[in-house]
């Protein structure tokens, strides 16, 4: 990545947009509308002076459901600049993979009831209409799913299936198609891809799967590209390799790319800004550092304390998050993290009472949590090792 | 290859021999692969586990890591014979079980249980969870004080459960309190072994830790001695005393935990856990993210059909010479009981 890039671009621009994404978030959660300092357009369609490749607004995706309204994802907000990395953290259920299905579009036909708004290079995509988000997903935004052997068409071969994907958006030829297949399988490093072109997918091992998905999600050159657990069902070893293509690739088309895991490990291998999940709700978004480093949820002290690391000396005894994640149907009221919070009686009842707003604990590091930046720092030298 | 086993066999675990609880000597399975529907022909065989030899003592928990295909799984399932191994030797609380017949076994099976993977397809969806749990008293026919119900919500309350819970069925359960459901039916036979295959794998990070805490606390109050399979070197470095690495069918390390993780010898042990993600973010001077430094394996592990000759980590690894394709390197005693099957062992300097 550029270092121009990389010091620079954080969040939309410079500080001072910096700041207005700050408080274009915490309006999200006051009011569940489009706060007024938004600055969308008349129309609600275009967001002028934005140059991000992403931004999303105020996302909601909630299905109805026998047992009752499940809010999947409830208000969630970012932005995405090309170049850069977003990681989204959480637990299953935590809403991640419905919020990159609602870019990518793939909701469309299944009864989820969507609000928000979400621009692709300023292009609004929610009430878009279907055909035109068809034609940009795979041209301009592409992903990679979490099991390539399922997203795989087992009759088909791997070099059928990245060449129907090229010829859909290109005006190319089919022999042309084919020559641009082998060349992108050569390019995420599959050995003898002339040959291997005409494999089927149960002939290619499980790295070698991944290899080809990501293959074929970059076919044309998409400008950004969402990795939905891209490693999860692969061993380390492998998934070091994968880790390192996608930061490669990464790299050499400029794209925005948001990776999706559980895993705080790749998070922080690939992330430049992290975005850490909490039923539905953000529960922390900023940098890498900001969340590493100065966390300041309770639910991210919880996720870091209770993982057994091997960078550091061997614990007697893990320190997990007690209970269990909600059901989306009967979120807790108030704070929705507040019956696993160690520190929710800090804060004299707010938690179960009110939902916690996300506020700027730093420029860029938004929590949403009632806990009081006195009481934060209290609970950090007391509890909490924040870096030995 | 025969001298290596005897030396892995004798060099045991680093402990007395003649206390451990399990004996494993020369482990092999090997499953047949064949053509033809009629005139079956045998044309090659899948070497899943080759020569494996490790002992646990009775208190103790060993940890089997490995990539998938290396043959932890099959190791697990050969010890509780649920494979039948093709070659080798178990022993079991002093008595052989390698071959015994299923009657002969069943008697065994109260001693030896398993905890499984998946939370999801390991647990009955008909079946209550007081009849999941109190399903091996009926089997094994063993007559209770209190009657069923009461000695399973003894059960249910020692893995965290609200007993009340016993009528309940497997749907109405998270993720982790199923898997603890799975604990409390390993646990009903009060056994000996408990061979625990991935058993955090499938769960979420926040409640990976709260198993792991519940399989210690039971272990350090039943006095229970485990044999944990898994992938993640990190879990198992927290929950185990000794640690053996597989590759492709073979042990190919083995010491205990803290010597393992503090100087791992073989290089593939090295690379898997350079392979690990720290969960911190690295920078370079400008601020910019940066790669961490670490060993990358180049391809993927080798079909256990057909597994490279001599050592079977010579196509990966950085290290190889013209003896690793020529030689097998036995597992051998470095230093007193770490186990290293390599001609170039790493980390032998002595520590400073």
């Not at chain 1, 671009?9 to 700050?22: A, C, F, L, P, S």
């Not at chain 1, 399922?150 to 020559?179: C, D, F, W």
């Amino acid at each position: 990545m550029p270092a121009s890039g990389a010091t620079g671009e954080r969040g939309i621009g410079g500080d001072e947009v910096q700041g207005g994404r700050g408080r274009r978030l915490a309006g999200a959660w006051r009011g569940g509308g489009r706060p007024a300092s938004a600055p969308a357009g008349a129309d609600g369609m275009s967001l002028p002076g934005s140059r991000s490749m992403l931004e999303v607004q105020d996302l909601r995706v909630h299905f109805a459901t026998d047992d009752g309204l499940v809010k999947s994802v409830d208000g969630i907000s970012f932005s995405l600049e090309r170049g850069r990395t977003l990681g989204i953290v959480g637990e299953s259920g935590s809403g991640k993979s419905v919020t990159s299905l609602a870019i990518m579009g793939l909701h469309h036909g299944t009864g989820a009831d969507i609000d928000g708004r979400i621009w692709l290079d300023g292009e609004e995509l929610v009430n878009a209409d279907p055909g035109r988000v068809r034609q940009l997903r795979g041209s301009k935004m592409a992903m990679i799913f979490q099991d390539p052997l399922s997203s795989l068409h087992p009759y088909y071969t791997v070099g059928a299936q990245i060449i129907e994907a090229y010829l859909v958006h290109n005006q190319v030829g089919r022999k042309a198609a084919r020559e641009h297949a082998i060349e992108m399988l050569n390019r995420v490093g599959i050995p003898q891809a002339a040959t291997r072109v005409d494999d089927y997918p149960h002939q290619f091992s499980g790295g070698m799967r991944q290899r080809a998905m990501i293959a074929m999600a970059l076919s044309c050159d998409p400008e950004l590209l969402i990795a939905d657990e891209p490693t999860t069902a692969l061993d380390v070893t492998v998934q070091a390799q994968i880790l390192d293509l996608i930061s490669d690739l990464q790299q050499e088309y400029h794209s925005a790319v948001i990776i999706i895991t559980h895993d705080l490990g790749v998070v922080a291998e690939l992330s430049d800004d992290i975005l850490v999940m909490y039923a539905g709700k953000a529960a922390e978004y900023g940098s890498a550092e900001d969340v590493f480093d100065r966390a300041g949820h309770p639910y991210t002290w919880g996720l870091l304390s209770s993982m057994p690391r091997l960078d550091r000396e061997r614990a007697e005894r893990l320190t997990p998050i007690k209970g269990t994640p909600p059901s989306l149907i009967n979120v807790p009221p108030g704070c929705a993290f507040h019956p696993r919070c160690a520190y929710a009686d800090r804060t004299g009842g707010r938690s179960t009472t009110e939902v916690p707003r996300l506020r700027e604990l730093d420029p860029g590091h938004l929590v949403a949590c009632h806990l009081t930046a006195d009481q934060r720092l209290e609970i950090r030298g007391d509890d909490i090792k924040v870096r030995p | 290859m025969s001298s290596s086993l005897t030396e892995a066999a004798t060099a045991g675990s680093g402990g007395a021999p003649d206390d451990a609880l399990l004996r494993v000597t020369g482990l092999t399975k090997h499953f047949p692969v064949t053509r033809g529907i009629i005139f079956r022909q045998k044309v090659g065989a899948v070497q899943a586990v080759d020569g494996v030899s490790f002992s646990v003592a009775p208190g103790e928990t060993l940890g089997l890591v490995g990539e998938s295909g290396c043959g932890k799984t099959t190791t697990g399932r050969l010890l509780n014979r649920l494979l039948e191994p093709t070659s080798g030797q178990i022993i079991f609380d002093g008595r052989d079980i390698t071959h015994l017949s299923a009657a002969r076994m069943r008697p065994v099976r109260r001693d030896v249980q398993m905890i499984f993977q998946d939370p999801y397809s390991s647990l009955n969806p008909r079946h209550t969870v007081g009849a999941i749990v109190g399903a091996p008293l009926r089997l094994q026919k063993v007559p209770t004080e209190k009657g069923v119900k009461a000695t399973v919500q003894e059960l249910l309350e020692m893995v965290g459960l609200n007993p009340e819970h016993y009528n309940r069925y497997p749907h109405e359960f998270s993720g982790g309190q199923r898997q603890r459901i799975g604990i409390a039916r390993t646990l009903t036979l009060k056994p000996k072994l408990i061979i625990a295959d991935e058993p955090v794998s499938a769960l979420d990070v926040s409640i990976q830790a709260q198993v792991v805490n519940l399989l210690e606390d039971l272990q350090r109050e039943l006095g229970l001695t485990y044999v944990v399979i898994a992938h993640d070197l990190s879990v198992v470095r927290h929950i185990a005393d000794q640690v053996a690495v597989m590759y492709l069918g073979k042990l190919v390390e083995m010491a205990p935990r803290d010597q393992l993780y503090a100087r791992p010898r073989h290089p593939y042990t090295v690379a898997l856990m350079s392979a690990v993600p720290v969960p911190e973010p690295v920078r370079d001077e400008t601020g910019a993210r940066a790669r961490r430094q670490r060993i990358r394996l180049s391809g993927d592990v080798p079909s256990p059909l057909n597994p490279p000759r001599a050592c079977r980590f010579h196509t990966r690894c950085w290290k190889a010479q013209d003896i690793c394709r020529t030689e097998e390197p036995p597992l051998a005693e470095l230093v007193s009981g770490h186990q290293v099957a390599c001609h170039f062992p790493e980390n032998t300097a002595p520590a400073a």
